[in-house]
Each structure stands twice: as structure tokens, then as C-alpha cells.
């Protein structure tokens, strides 16, 4: 059976206000979702990835429950949060393993530390889609956000609307725009590239 949104709301509201227990409860219902967010993220890499799927939940999870100031609106919140908290894993992992394989003076990578190097394509794809994303985000914040929300987190329009209290055809032209200019940035900087 799956959760209800109001359960889990239920629950994330209890752990915001400091009921430790309701964390114990919250996580069987959030890890399936979780669990497909992060298959979302993977599923653009190569696949003897280093960075697994279960290791990529399990660090998100680990940064999400030290965010214990955080108050927790809702389910579609938390897993706007969670899409967030992912992408920036990947992209901290990629640019790691970017650095590594450039002979660069990178930080020990804290996932699976010691495996074996992969290509550097999808890293340095990851890493520029960030960095157009980031450009999105101080031009509009909110694109940035709608972006990050429905193609990331999975998030229907619905729930990204509910996320960012905006109304779902203002989510739908937000997503429209922000897939143009994401498509114009990443153009030019292939181009820049070559």
C-alpha cells in the first residue's frame, strides 16, 4: 500500500517539531520514493557508475535528517528538498572524479572511496547542467527551482505548484522557459567546447 501524502506530512510535521520517533516511522514511507528519485539520477550515468543507487539514497537520507532546523511543510517539500540534496551529491561526486582523473588536489570522495574511475563524459555533462542551472537560478530562481522540482525530483506539477506556492499553468510556463534557456546554455557552451 502506498503512503498518503497526508501521512507522510503527518510524520515530517512530528520530526520538525522535535519527535524523534516520527523519523523511525517517517522512513519506511519515504524510501521507496527515494529510492526512484535516485534510480532517476542514475539513470543518466554509466552503468558500472561507482556512486550506486542505495549509496546515493543513503547519503541523502544522512544530509536530510541533520537539516533538523528545517520545518517540513509537506511531502512534496521534502522530496523538493531530497531532489535538491541529490543533484548536489551527484554533482559533488562528479566534479570529485573530474578532479581526480585531471591530477587535481580533490577531497577524498566519502562514498565508495577507492573505486575504480569512469569516463569523464557524464561527470563533465552533470557538472555543466549544473552550472546552467545555477546560471538559470541568477537570472530566475524560480525556473531554476521548477527545473530542479519536476526533473530531478520527479515531482508532478501539481506537487512543484505546491512546493513553490505558485499555481500549476504558472508552473507549467516556468518549465517551458526554463527548458529553453537550459537547451540555449548548454548549446553554447558545447559550442564553446568544440
Known amino acids: 500500500m502506498t503512503p498518503s501524502s497526508h501521512e507522510i506530512t503527518r510524520w515530517l510535521v512530528a520530526w520538525s ?68 540534496v541529490m543533484r548536489h551529491i551527484l554533482v559533488d561526486y562528479a566534479r570529485a572524479r573530474h578532479n581526480l582523473k585531471r591530477g587535481g588536489e580533490a577531497e577524498a570522495v566519502s562514498l565508495e572511496e577507492g573505486a575504480a574511475l569512469l569516463s569523464q563524459e557524464p561527470a563533465a555533462e552533470l557538472v555543466a547542467l549544473d552550472e546552467a542551472l545555477e546560471g538559470l537560478a541568477a537570472v530566475d530562481e524560480r525556473k531554476s527551482r521548477v527545473v530542479e522540482l519536476r526533473y530531478f525530483g520527479g515531482l508532478s506539477v501539481e506537487e512543484t505548484a505546491e512546493v513553490l506556492h505558485v499555481s500549476p499553468i504558472t508552473v507549467m510556463r516556468d518549465w517551458s522557459l526554463a527548458k529553453a534557456w537550459l537547451y540555449r546554455a548548454l548549446d553554447k557552451e558545447a559550442g564553446n567546447a568544440n
Open 17 to 84: 517539531q522535535g519527535d524523534n520517533t516520527a523519523l523511525d516511522r517517517l522512513l519506511p514511507l519515504v524510501y521507496a520514493e527515494l529510492h526512484r528519485m535516485a534510480q532517476r539520477y542514475m539513470g543518466g550515468e554509466n552503468p558500472g557508475h561507482t556512486l550506486q543507487t542505495t549509496a546515493l539514497i543513503h547519503e541523502a537520507y544522512l544530509r536530510l535528517i541533520d537539516q533538523t532546523e528545517r520545518p517540513w511543510q509537506n511531502r512534496a517539500h521534502f522530496f523538493g528538498v531530497a531532489a535538491k
